[in-house]
Structure formats: structure tokens, C-alpha cells
């Protein structure tokens, strides 16, 4: 097991590097009208994370014999819609967090007005990147918007927000909050699985992509059950932001419904559950490693 | 002169009350977890304005033959977008307006964070109804979203709004302002223009796409000259929002550099302009008379 992790860790770390180099190109044209602007995008959007949304796009792409050329553009932009709600969420209206990623937030660092339009932007160059990949057909690349701009959209990621911001005020149900991740966290994991599959040549109607989007369903509930494990008990150094804001804003989480331990257990069925919809898959190991890491992460 | 007028309002009107319909259909499905997000976002969208953006996509498309099932998709999207950059606009951090379209702004009406992600949601949606127009092909959308993305991203209305925002801390040259302009308004214009043009079958490399965009952009910035016309010496009822909150924040407009009469005379050379762009066009009449009706708008 402990072999499988350190390869698994190897692949997230390339992949992570191979991600860092793609996002960085597109910000290579300098303009000093509108570097400011630039900057900010660049600030959130580079050097940071493991990447596991992109590496969800890509793995599936290869675990399904397709090109990594053809799933890298989708799983930038994925990763652009990823940051902008990042920046949007760390505004004082919204969480108002002054850290992530271990440095200032990005209004921290470039003031109010810009982290939010360097957000907008972000939201809006993911949808550029995505319909213009040159390694994929208009069909793939009109296909790719809708599933991008549906799971980031008011149904989807969105949607998760608005749910959330409720939560604050008003205890959520068990239900609702299974609902509140399913938009905004898991519909993002779901996203990149089927982008994956779609750069490949599987389209959402297929086996090989229901099965991934069962997966990356999930994997996305459970990452956010970790996340609030350890938002309760994890360290603040570790994590690289500030933790205990949710308990503090009196927020629902799953620690509303679970003690740690079966917040744990939950977590593992879930996981056991996300593994055996790719259990006629073949060449899926990498993921079911990676869905084994995710349960088990301490930051 | 005047019958021309008339008969381009009542087509003005007739397209506004179309697209009204089209856009309210996007809201007819309720959810109660997600209803205030829905209701914030078509409390901007729904009910405003003279919608010449979409106008224009209706219109280029008509013009060159095309059917208006295939443009009205864009012209919506075009629509969201624009609403979207209203609502942020509109937020404490960025202008801090009160007031919009004679009614309180988002963020009056739903709090800073609803607002913040109804106009995220409507960008998002933007791309989701561009991606899935089922009156064109895969290619007209993906190019749709391209254009869209382009038009609005950080090399286009949002690189317009950093530059505004400089102009409120230090004086921009004429140049910079004409570049602020050009991308803030015109951009989002010249885009309606294209997507008009795409609808009817005609892409960007075409001549008379490229007339289309020539019209636009001058067209964009003579209604940037007028807005700074109006919101030196308007009338706050008629105009239904807050004046001179651009000379009160010391931003460099057009009236930085001229006096009402000389912007005036700029402006009606700009649609000059923009009408011989359009002189080979034997379809433009209606255009044209919009370029004028533009130029001589008192609101």
C-alpha cells in the first residue's frame, strides 16, 4: 500500500508540474494597461494545490487510452473555474478569509475591486480555453462548455454557494447538506471525470462515462467530509488557511451530523462505494489509489 | 427623418419584448433550495433596458438572411453577460451604485454575497445557452462561446474595467481612454455584431463580418461618448440611475477631454463612420438608423 501511495503521489506531483506549465503559458503576453489584472489571475490560479481536479481529467483521459494533448485545455479550464470560486468565496461578503494556500488571499493582496473582476476573468478565460482546444472537434469542445458551465453554474457549483450561505443562518438538513456538496464540491469532481472521458471519446451517455461520474460523485462528497474533519481538528499549518471558520460562523457541516469517527466511517463507505463503480474497469487503478489517498489525507 | 425613428422603436421594442420571453423561459423551473439565487438573477436580467445589444445580434443576423432562432441563443448569452457586468458593476467594491434602471441594484435588493453570485451565475449560464443553441451547429457555438469569452474576458470588458479603475485614481490619456472604451463597451458590441453574423452562416474572416465589426465598435464608443454627455448634464428621472457619480469620483471620461459640444461632434463623426462601414450593405437600413437614433439618444 504504501508503494502504491508513493507512485500515486509521484503521478499527482507530475501531473500537478505538467498543469503549473500549461496555466503559466497562457499568461506569458504582458500588457502594462492591464498587467495589474493579469497578476491577480496569475497569483490564485498558479503555484498552488495537488491539482486533484486536473489530475481527474487527465488519469481518466488515459485510463481510457485517450491523449493527454486532448485533456490538458479541459482540465485548465477546470482548473480556472476551480480558483475563481476560490477568490470569489475568500471575499469579505462571502467567507472573508484572508488566507489560502498558505499567503494571502487574493483581495488581501490586490485589493477588493480586482480579486473580483480577476475572478470573473478566470471564470471567463476557462470557457475560452475549453471551447477553443485544438486537440479536441467543435463537438467535443461545445460539449465540454455545457458540462463546464453546467456544474459551475446555478445548479451546480453555484448553486452549492447559495445553499451554503443559507447554511450559516439556518440548520441544513442531512439531506440539504448532502445536496449543498453535491453542487458545489462534487459537481466539479463529476465535471472533470466526464471532461476526461470526453477528451477521450466517451460521451456522457456512455457506460465507461456513467461510471466515472458515478466515481467522481463520490470521491467529491467524501473530499468535502474530510475537509470537514479536518476544518474541526486538523492543523493549521498543515492546511494553509485559517481553520474552525465554519464552526465559528455556526455554519452545518457534517460535524453537525457526525462525531469524527463516523464522519470517518461515512467517508469510507463512500469511498469503497466510488471504487466499485470502476470495478469492471480495467486500467483504473490510479484512481482507485487516488480515491484511497483522498479518505486518508491529513491536509 | 422621424417615421424612421418611429419605425426603429417600435422594432427596438418589438425585439426587447422578444427576448424578454426567451429569457424569462430560462427562469420557469423553480427550486426551492436555489429560489433566491434564481430570483436575484432575474431581477437584473428580466424587465430592462432597450436591449440593443441583443438588437444588434438580431439584426446582423436578419440582415444577412439568417433566422432568428439561431441568433436569439447568442443574443441571450450576450444579454446575461451584460447584465452580469451591471450587477458587479454595480457592488460596493466596484462603483457603488444604488440604483439601477430606476430600481435598487442587486445587492440592495438581495445582500452583497447573493449578488456576487447572481452575477456569476448569469455569466456562467451565458456559456451554457451559447454552448447548446439547437439552431446551429457545434462549430457556430463553440466559435460562439469563443467570441463571447473573448469579448468579455480579461483582454476585453473586464481588461475595459481594470483600466476604469485606474482612471479613477489617475488620468488616462485619450488613447488609453479610447482603449478603456474599446474594450469595457465596444467589445461586448463588436461581439453582438459577430454573433449576428455567425448565427447567418458569415464567420469572423468574412467581409462582411469584418464590416459588421467596424460598424460596432464605432457605434460602442460614440454610446460611451454619450453616456458621458448625459451623465454630466442629464436628468436623473429619465436616465434612472445616479449621475455624476464619474466627475464626483474624479474618473477621467470623455468630458476629461472635450466639452459637451465638441463630444458631441466626435461622437456623430464616429457614426459616420459606422454607417460607411455598413454603405455596400443593402439590408443595413434599419442599422443605420440605429446608429443615428444612438448618437441622438437623450437617455
Redesign the interface.
Known amino acids: 500500500m504504501e508503494t502504491k501511495l508513493k507512485e500515486l503521489g509521484q503521478k499527482v506531483l507530475e501531473n500537478a508540474a505538467r498543469t503549473e506549465e500549461v496555466l503559466a503559458a497562457t499568461f506569458e503576453e504582458k500588457?502594462e494597461?492591464?498587467q495589474?489584472?493579469?497578476d491577480a489571475?496569475a497569483y490564485s490560479l498558479l503555484g498552488g494545490g495537488k491539482r486533484i481536479r486536473t489530475f481527474l481529467v487527465n488519469e481518466f483521459c488515459r485510463s481510457l487510452g485517450g491523449d493527454l494533448d486532448a485533456s490538458m485545455p479541459y482540465a485548465c479550464a477546470l482548473e480556472m473555474i476551480h480558483t475563481?470560486s476560490l477568490i470569489?468565496d475568500d471575499?469579505p461578503?462571502?467567507d472573508d478569509d484572508d488566507i489560502r494556500r498558505g499567503k494571502p488571499a487574493n483581495h488581501k493582496q490586490f485589493g477588493?475591486?480586482?480579486a473580483?473582476?480577476a475572478?470573473?476573468?478566470l471564470?471567463?478565460?476557462a470557457?475560452?480555453v475549453?471551447?477553443?482546444n485544438p486537440h479536441a472537434?467543435?463537438?467535443q469542445?461545445?460539449?465540454a462548455?455545457?458540462l463546464?458551465?453546467?456544474a459551475?453554474?446555478?445548479?451546480g457549483m453555484?448553486?452549492g454557494?447559495?445553499?451554503d450561505?443559507?447554511g450559516e443562518t439556518e440548520q441544513l438538513s442531512f439531506e440539504?447538506l448532502i445536496?449543498l456538496h453535491s453542487m458545489k464540491t462534487a459537481a466539479l469532481m463529476e465535471c472533470s471525470a466526464l471532461l476526461g472521458c470526453l477528451a477521450a471519446g466517451y460521451s456522457v451517455d456512455t457506460p465507461e462515462a456513467k461510471a466515472a461520474r458515478e466515481y467522481a460523485k463520490k470521491v467529491g462528497i467524501t473530499y468535502q467530509v474530510i475537509d470537514d474533519i479536518l476544518d474541526e481538528s486538523g492543523e493549521e499549518d498543515t492546511i494553509g488557511k485559517n481553520l474552525k471558520t465554519d464552526s465559528s460562523h455556526n455554519k452545518t457541516t457534517f460535524m453537525t451530523y457526525f462525531n469524527a469517527e463516523d464522519a470517518k466511517k461515512y467517508a469510507q463507505n463512500l469511498t469503497a462505494e466510488a471504487v466499485s463503480a470502476l470495478s469492471d474497469w480495467e486500467t483504473s487503478a490510479t484512481l482507485t489509489d487516488l480515491a484511497a489517498y483522498l479518505v486518508d489525507r491529513t491536509y
Open positions: 500588457d494597461d492591464l495589474k489584472l493579469f489571475e475563481y470569489h471575499l461578503c462571502m477588493y475591486a480586482t473580483l473582476l475572478g470573473d476573468a471564470l471567463t478565460k470557457f475560452l475549453a471551447a477553443t472537434t467543435a463537438e469542445n461545445a460539449e462548455v455545457r463546464l458551465a453546467s459551475a453554474g446555478d445548479r453555484i448553486g454557494q447559495i445553499m450561505l443559507h440539504q445536496r
